[in-house]
């Protein structure tokens, strides 16, 4: 009977957070936020979808970086395919982390600030060494895949000496800044128990230059971030009001003119 006493009053403390967040979520509408509602809404739900994409294109492959190269090598478009969507998901996941934190922030202003700081500095880790993975693929291309081989494994061995480098000292923060956002999620209300959980899952995702997909943990990670963010981006799509014409227009404008420079950009 003690122990049911427990869960229920932890069920009902976890309720009032929720409500309390939710209201004071809702006073913060009243002001315009950074990114706005809908690239909010749309970061959530396609964030981790291209993580978990890049992270399944590639989980045949042992993770190690000569094997990743060799999977390059012998299969260029899919390695390719999954770590751009690998990328972009990072990218797309900046806007995804500051909605989350914007909500923590409304009742727990230092957890939503620093989990927000810390997961989006990691963010700008990954995205930095994926700089790393692009050209050793195309110099696979040139060089041959032993000669790529050698030179990446000179790269760790320089790496593990370098003293300091800024993405090298920021690096801790693609593990843990997971788990301060996560707690911060939970006391504040913004996600429950199990989803807050779920988002600290992603301090087991690998980190590294060609690095590729650790079974289980990799697919553990991203999958707990969709089941974290995905819900939240939907409910948020939901709720919100519809986009203006102007909004619409400018949105056609943009795509048409990111065509364009793909198609007709200088290639060099």
């Avoid at 229920?8 to 809702?26: I, S």
């Avoid at 061995?157 to 000292?169: C, N």
Wanted: hydrophobic residues 50%; proline residues 4%; glycine residues 10%.
């Amino acid at each position: 009977m003690h122990i049911t006493q427990r869960v229920q009053r932890w069920r009902r403390v976890g309720a009032e957070r929720r409500a309390a967040n939710a209201v004071a979520v809702a006073d913060q509408r009243e002001q315009a936020r950074f990114p706005g509602h809908w690239v909010s809404a749309v970061a959530l739900v396609c964030g981790p979808v291209l993580l978990l994409t890049g992270v399944l294109l590639r989980v045949r492959f042992h993770f190690f970086f000569p094997d990743q190269l060799a999977a390059y090598a012998s299969h260029p478009t899919l390695i390719t395919a999954a770590y751009a969507c690998f990328a972009c998901g990072n990218i797309v996941l900046c806007a995804a982390v500051m909605a989350l934190a914007q909500r923590i922030a409304a009742t727990e202003p230092l957890w939503g600030i620093w989990g927000g700081c810390l997961v989006i500095a990691g963010l700008f880790t990954r995205t930095f060494q994926f700089g790393t993975d692009h050209l050793a693929f195309h110099l696979t291309d040139s060089q041959g895949l032993q000669a790529m081989i050698d030179a990446i494994d000179g790269y760790y061995l320089a790496w593990r000496e370098t003293v300091w480098h800024p993405f090298r000292t920021l690096s801790g923060t693609a593990f843990f800044g997971w788990a301060v956002l996560a707690i911060g999620a939970y006391r504040s209300g913004a996600l429950g128990a199990g989803r807050s959980v779920a988002l600290a899952l992603m301090s087991m995702l690998a980190l590294g230059t060609l690095k590729g997909t650790q079974i289980p943990q990799s697919i553990i990670a991203t999958g707990g971030l969709c089941v974290a963010f995905v819900p939240l981006g939907i409910s948020m799509l939901r709720g919100g009001p519809r986009p203006s014409s102007r909004a619409l227009i400018w949105l056609v404008v943009i795509i048409a003119g990111l065509a364009l420079g793909t198609v007709y950009a200088p290639k060099g």
